[in-house]
């Protein structure tokens, strides 16, 4: 029952086995619906206060249903891990469960599930959250659990050596058993040079395997506490109900260690494009994908974040783009095809084009296709009527993502975690709005750089020794 | 009159202004030649004792003219700084002539000089090192200076300013200036996934751009210590000698903090081969390489290292290899050919063929001549005689580099730094002898594999807007 998403341009894990509301969930990542939202009046009114250990809480009132989805985030992630430590803070999310002196070893998700609710957690490059949906009533007892575990965690030896051999067990099904996710991970190595995006986010097997319960007790003390985390509580609430309710649960967890501002080392000047190619007998089919590296909103010179996800909606993103229609239908060269862009991550977005070549079709004539396509953008731009196309389908998905309860706590959460303001994510929709057909020219030219990306092929490879060439 | 030592598998950073001893030394790294000028009665009697304070001691004794070469090796690298600082172990190298109480900035290196010496330093990888060959009489000058700033370093802000444009400056046009030296830093990039191997010892130039006094200072004072050090002498002295010099300018330098084995993050199982293309106006000729992830003396399984010697001088070092003789000579497909393997390094060695194809070569010509040169030699093996004549070649060159003193110096400092013991040096020729035709085989199969290598292109691009052909 593990589930990777996939939604913020890295890989989230996720430890237990209530993933329901998660997989349901539009996984498109923009962290904007609520103030469009809002100024339909269809949107929530996002409340923030901060208690005197400082945890900084949301409230996002949904009166629909007498649910709530109580969040908490800690701005820590994969790609803060000490060098040679990868995957511990991954780890550390799995032993979460582990257990308290109130809560005995395994019982977090049951106490919840038999209360009718659903928890989850996971960990991305940049944030470690866990999660419950349940009946408003059960407000409380979620909580005094989860305000429990941030600072009184248990970690038996044993414990933490049969948690290993779990996250060692998810590492060979979701990665090493799939040529997918092995070449995710080649492409990733390849594009950060230096920043820890590179690294994966469950770890490199070698690393994991040596993880240790001191490994995650330090994690655990330096960046679990009240000053480094987010609550969010979205649902049939009011703000006053969970300030009283923060204020008795969180209220009393003591203050962290201060941190210093998240610095990771970033990434040389790009020059030279990079290939990775995968020979795999149980990949199905020939791919080919390219990644470019991206500033994420955060990183961005102003307006270039905003730009560049209408260019790549224009572009690339879904059976309406430009590439689509080329490669798939019109020149059926690809069996499928599409890319993105994502703002999301502290330090680099994700900016990626990818394709399924038809049979018979080569790697060759994609990547021709791909540079047409692209060289055609960045000499004649697009049209205005394009523009407001991917404009308006943008802000569609805002208002239909809106409905989603956990999805905007999510937004909030994620985007918070990661050094956005309530702002940031407030004006992000009207911002949207000022992208002109000149900046997305202007941004296929100054991103679209063949320099700054790697390309990643996965080649089935013949399974019969009499198939092979030698 | 800056310089790079290529001689250890990775590049060494030369500071100061004296660098003739070093350039024309012969630049082939196997620690060796002790050993075997030893056994037969030409080598030097090499002594090794332990200070109180920690400092190790070799005594090389080499009286045929009445000079001496001094170094003192810091067991620290570019691979162990701490993330985002690259660069600062060999930025605190050139902080190094910025003088102390008893000696102004600037002018160790003209003390050195005024009294008919030479001095120098390097940053590699593994090891910083600082060096001068003086008149015998001299050394106890340069032991007192060396060890004054072994601890008493001055550093004012102003002299930390100047000297980073310095190494920016080195970095421009040594670095970004040389489509070669470029594309060198991606391949390493691209080569080591995890470990610091992939960060160039030079730095990163936006992380070099922000290097400051702090920075340097907590290098300095974390590493440079007796008891993170190696002194060793060389020439025309005897161990008494050097110890009463040691005891007296050395040892009442106070013993730094402790220090944890050096554990630097390893790489992860290597699953697909990578190609970088630099394309470049400045670029002369197309050039093709490839690099693998190879084993060190230090991590290789016994004897893995002494096979890939051989294997690599039988199969692509130097003119007599079967590369050379094959890809230039035979077919002219190529107007240079080579490689080489170096056990060199604390983590992983350097192993590497390169060719410049000849006019109207491609690289396709050139990747299927490299393919089919190690095809065979992984199925059909090498000849007894190819082996020894490789390993007659292998120990003539140790002999002929055991004339050099400083060589011999820079063998055990280096040797020693990165965790080889005087018996590992001293029993490397034996163990070469145990080598045979099999482990060649075995060695080719095991590391000369595609899916653990980097291959890199260095593209001349038209210099022409005309010539390009968009």
Known sequence: MK?????????????????????TLSLKTSPVLAETAQKNGQGPEVTY???????????IPDHRAPVVTHMVWYRVGAADEAPGVSGIAHFLEHLMFKGTEKIAPGQFSKIIARHGGEDNAFTSQDVTAYFQRVAKENLPMVMEMEADRMSNLKLLEKDVLTERDVILEERRSRIENSPNSLLSEQISAALYLSHPYG????????????LSRKDAL???????????AILIVAGDVTPDEVKKLADKFYGPVKRGPDLEERERPMEPNPV??????????????????RHYLAPSYKTAPK????????????????TTSRF??????????ASSAGGGYSPSGMDYGSLYVYAVPAK???????EKAVDELFDDIRTNGISELELNRARNAYIADYIYGNDSQSGLARRYGFSLSTGWTIKDIESYPDRLKEVGVDDLKRVAEKYLDLKASVTGILKPKPKLVAETKK
Chains 1, 2 share one sequence.
Do not use: C
């Open 3 to 23: 589930h990777v998403w996939k939604g913020l341009g890295r890989a989230l894990y996720f430890v237990s086995a209530l993933i329901l509301i998660m997989s």
């Open 199 to 210: 690294i994966p986010v469950i770890g490199w097997m070698h690393e994991m395997a040596k």
């Open 324 to 333: 689509y229609k080329k490669l798939v239908v019109a020149d059926k060269l």
């Open 303 to 318: 307006g270039d974040s905003e730009a560049l996800e209408l260019l790549m909606k224009v572009a690339v993103e879904g």
């Open 360 to 366: 018979g079709v080569t790697v060759e004539q994609i």
């Open 272 to 289: 030279a494009p990079r290939k990775v190619v995968l020979e795999d007998a149980r990949a199905g089919k020939l791919s080919w994908q």
């Open 218 to 228: 330090n994690h655990y003390k330096k960046y679990y506490a009240p000053n480094n």
């Open 49 to 59: 206060f901060k208690l005197e250990n400082g945890l900084d809480v949301v409230v």
